[in-house]
């Protein structure tokens, strides 16, 4: 009787330890902004970080820039998007009525942009329509106002090799 008594004893302590350093450091690795040492922590390119030093609101609220008239169109950044060789803007193929507004959503789980331009060299990158980042589960919008009609290929600054186009009619 006396042992098992003291065998109990042990066994509460034992638990009581356990908890006391299970509980804090599975706590200080759970996925919370702010947190650097979460296991499922992902660092933000320099690309990023510039495009949200440059464009604070952008980053925070996915707010955008230069949007106007209703919207015409609406882009889905997909799930896994940032995986070279998945489907990235759904549709990849805009269409949308010149003054109307482009709407883009970003499902994925790290950060990306809608940017005119074919890639990152192109010299008018960024210059007619651009996102900036999007942050997961964020949208952005901009408006064709100031595009004249035609044919304007689109990629993500992040992630160079997700493309799509926007058709202007
Ligand atoms: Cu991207």
Not at 11 to 39: C, D, E, K, Q, R
Not at 73 to 85: N, R
Not at 128 to 146: H, N, Q, R, V, W
């Amino acid at each position: 009787m006396w042992i098992g008594r003291k065998a109990l004893m042990v066994l509460l302590i034992l638990g009581g330890v356990t908890g006391a350093i299970i509980y804090p450091t599975f706590h200080s690795i759970a996925p919370v902004p702010g947190n650097m040492f979460s296991l499922y922590r992902l660092n933000l390119t320099p690309q990023d970080i510039a495009a949200a030093e440059k464009n604070p609101q952008a980053a925070t609220s996915g707010s955008t820039s230069a949007s106007s008239g209703p919207v015409g169109a609406s882009v889905t950044i997909l799930a896994g998007a940032s995986t070279q060789g998945n489907p990235s803007y759904a549709p990849d193929a805009v269409t949308v009525k010149k003054g109307d507004s482009v709407s883009v959503i970003n499902k994925d789980s790290v950060p990306h942009t809608l940017t005119n331009g074919k890639d990152p060299s192109d010299p008018t990158t960024g210059k007619l329509f651009d996102t900036s980042i999007i942050m997961p589960a964020a949208s952005a919008k901009f408006g064709t106002t100031k595009m004249a009609a035609g044919d304007y290929p689109f990629h993500c600054t992040v992630h160079p090799y997700m493309t799509g186009s926007l058709k202007v009619q």
